[in-house]
T-cell receptor, first 114, second 117 residues
């Protein structure tokens, strides 16, 4: 069975500071990993995904994530936070043995202080 | 490309009535769609996997007679909450997988806020 753990339900950073959102996964097969962002009362928007190609994945809005198999991690980073980055972020793993359904972490709320 | 439209975006209904939520893939064919439920400040809980032309597969603990899912075409899946009660109030989100892109990505609708009064 696959699972995802996001460390920290809430992260607060200052505008311009580094953003680091942590995600660890558990999977018995090579995983596909995703980061999504959700703004209030909206669906999810894909930030980036890892599908067994390059371990450093660049996404939209300046975000990137690095797949580290030895640490079973897929942490999301952004060098400089912007006010518009304030949202809920979800890490997910795809169970492609079961039709590709996504298993989500608990989510991390990112606050950005001016 | 890869747009999923969910309708309605919000709905208020009386207890005991049924509500239908539509999920459409606008510019791709979706052989598989997924329905999620999200409580405030919580993660998404997968309710069921909907495959075009066949019965939906429900996750453990989800009442299939209460949450009716129909996936009659490659671009449309519907979720009907039958005999809704206040505890069914939640945010419901669908996602669709583009058959041309395989299992590497699913696209999400904008969600439906259901309030049962």
């Amino acid at each position: 069975a696959q699972s995802v753990t996001q460390l920290g339900s809430h992260v607060s950073v200052s505008e311009g500071a580094l953003v680091l959102l942590r995600c660890n996964y558990s999977s018995s097969v090579p995983p596909y990993l995703f980061w999504y962002v959700q703004y209030p009362n909206q669906g999810l928007q894909l930030l980036l995904k890892y599908t067994s190609a390059a371990t450093l994945v660049k996404g939209i809005n300046g975000f990137e994530a690095e797949f580290k198999k030895s640490e079973t991690s897929f942490h999301l980073t952004k060098p400089s936070a912007h006010m518009s980055d304030a949202a809920e972020y979800f890490c997910a793993v795809s169970d492609h043995n079961q039709g590709g359904k996504l298993i989500f972490g608990q989510g991390t709320e990112l606050s950005v202080k001016p | 490309g890869a747009v999923v439209s969910q309708h309605p975006s919000w709905v208020i209904c009386k207890s005991g009535t049924s509500v239908k939520i539509e999920c459409r893939s606008l510019d791709f064919q979706a052989t598989t769609m997924f329905w999620y439920r999200q409580f405030p400040k919580q993660s998404l809980m997968l309710m069921a996997t909907s495959n075009e032309g066949s019965k939906a597969t429900y996750e453990q603990g989800v009442e299939k007679d209460k949450f009716l899912i129909n996936h009659a075409s490659l671009t449309l899946s519907t979720l009907t909450v039958t005999s809704a009660h206040p505890e069914d109030s939640s945010f419901y989100i669908c996602s669709a997988r583009d058959r041309a892109r395989g299992v590497t990505e699913a696209f999400f609708g904008q969600g439906t806020r259901l309030t049962v009064v």
